[in-house]
């Protein structure tokens, strides 16, 4: 009754579910379409000269010119002052007759 009242038979009701790649089937739909799909959007993007030039061509041109700009710069020294405390005295004093802190190895600049 339900067919008939959306204009469905019930013959073509039951043939529709049959049908495979339909909603109602259970059977998984191929990846066909989807790989048209994609096939189909790679042309188009590759079509446009532009797009192509500012997606791969362009990331490697400016990889490539910030390499050589900055290819010869050393990183700059930053000075650091230490407060020479009584703590941090005995700890140095430590930590050079080879004591680490926490049991990781620590090397002091004095």
Sequence with gaps: M???RIGISPANAQRRKEEPGTI????????????????TRVREFLREKEAVFWVFIFPVLMTFALGVAFRNTAPDKTPVA????ADALR??????????RRGHPVAVLL
């Design 2 to 4: 339900a067919e008939e």
């Design 24 to 39: 109602d089937s259970g059977t998984p739909t191929s990846l066909y379409p989807l790989l048209e799909l994609t096939a």
């Design 82 to 85: 230490v407060e020479a405390t």
């Design 91 to 100: 700890r140095a004093r430590l930590e050079r007759r080879g004591y680490s």
